[in-house]
Structures are given as C-alpha cells and as structure tokens.
T-cell receptor
Framework: SAVISQKPSRDICQRGTSLTIQCQVDSQVTMMFWYRQQPGQSLTLIATANQGSEATYESGFVIDKFPISRPNLTFSTLTVSNMSPEDSSIYLC??????????????FGPGTRLTVL | GNSVTQMEGPVTLSEEAFLTINCTYTATGYPSLFWYVQYPGEGLQLLLKATKADDKGSNKGFEATYRKETTSFHLEKGSVQVSDSAVYFCALSDRAAGNKLTFGGGTRVLVKP
C-alpha cells in the first residue's frame, strides 16, 4: 500500500492568513483527494486533485478558498486561504489504489491539525 | 444519493467486553464497504473491508459481514482491549458514484481497564 506523508503535521495560525499543506506519496497514483474533519465530526470530501488540470470541488467548497495543486503523480498541495476560526480542522489527503475489478481502496495520510485563532 | 448511518457514541466498555458498532447504508449502486479506525492524534487506517454480499471482512480480531438484505455492515469484536480505544468510521465506495468514499459520522469507543 502507498505510504503518504503530510507537512506540516500541525499548525496554529492567525485569522486572515493562509496555510499550504503538502501531501507526498511514495508511488505514482492517479487519484488523490483532500478531506476535512472538523472537531468531533466525520470526514467531508473537499476535492479531487487532478494531475495536470484543475481540481474537482465538492458542493460547498470553492477554489478561491481551497486552491489545490497537483503538479505530478506523487505530490499535491491544499491551501486554506483567508483563514477564520471555523477552518480549524484536521485536513487529510488520501490516495486511491486499484485493488481489483470491483473496488478501489483509499489510503490516508496522517493529517494536518490546523488551529486558527 | 449514498449515505452511511452508524450508531452514535461514545461507547464505553470494560476490557474483554464484546463490542458491536451498528452501520447501515443506502447506495444507488452496488457498493464496497469499509471500516476505518482513527487512533488518538492519528490519521485514518483501513481496518477491514468487504466487496460483495455475504463477504466477511476481518482484521485484528474485528469482523464485519456485508448484509445486502438488511443493508448493514456491523462491526464486532469479541474481547476488546484498552488499545482498541479509537474512533471507528463505517464507509462505502460506489463505482456508480465515481468511487468516492461516503463516511458515517464515526463512533468513539473508550475501553477502560
């Protein structure tokens, strides 16, 4: 299975600033995703990071707030822009590996714990 | 659309007790089902999976059976340990929905010595 690392592991930021989170995978993968996990909540998909094209955002998430880059098949970044305390969450990237004809399996990074003051 | 419903926590147990976490789903297609576990301060790890009806996923003493007739995927463990304290997420992946993962709300389990 893919090994995924994220930087930073945690950060405390001031409102109005931006933070860029990096996700690095040890192998080439087609599909990469970004999720948000608000305190005490489940995971919500933010967007699919597409290599060579613009990310595909889920309902309620926009590119101006969460710009995503995917320059190659092993790396992606998520920026949380103009932060407010409501953005305090764990942000996780995941990658998908094809396991067979019926399903794909997603593996998750360790997450970035963001606190906005 | 697809959805996953799991029992709310927290669930507090004594060591060696039996654990059940209920999970039911709705899906437009024929989904694959997963249980993920999140230990304190860590990311998600895949615990077990099942890809078709009547499949039983198992790992680390945990089991779950894909029940198409009741659209359920309940997680069970016969004898829990303190180290099983974590948040457990039921999830489904549906090719008809582009293989996106849909998560349940998570169930926090606390095992006391």
């Amino acid at each position: 299975s893919a090994v995924i690392s994220q930087k930073p592991s945690r950060d405390i930021c001031q409102r109005g600033t931006s933070l860029t989170i990096q996700c690095q995978v040890d192998s080439q993968v087609t599909m990469m995703f970004w999720y948000r996990q608000q305190p005490g909540q489940s995971l919500t998909l933010i967007a699919t990071a597409n290599q060579g094209s613009e990310a595909t955002y889920e309902s309620g998430f926009v590119i101006d707030k969460f710009p995503i880059s995917r320059p190659n098949l092993t790396f992606s970044t998520l920026t949380v822009s103009n932060m407010s305390p409501e953005d305090s969450s764990i942000y996780l990237c995941s990658v998908e590996e094809v396991q067979g004809a019926r399903y794909n399996e997603q593996f998750f990074g360790p997450g970035t714990r963001l606190t906005v003051l | 659309g697809n959805s996953v419903t799991q029992m709310e926590g927290p669930v507090t147990l004594s060591e060696e007790a039996f654990l059940t976490i209920n999970c039911t789903y709705t899906a437009t297609g024929y989904p694959s089902l997963f249980w993920y576990v999140q230990y304190p301060g860590e990311g998600l790890q895949l615990l077990l999976k099942a890809t078709k009806a009547d499949d039983k996923g198992s790992n680390k003493g945990f089991e779950a059976t894909y029940r198409k007739e009741t659209t359920s995927f309940h997680l069970e463990k016969g004898s829990v340990q303190v180290s099983d304290s974590a948040v457990y997420f039921c999830a489904l992946s549906d090719r008809a929905a582009g293989n996106k993962l849909t998560f349940g709300g998570g169930t926090r389990v606390l095992v006391k010595p």
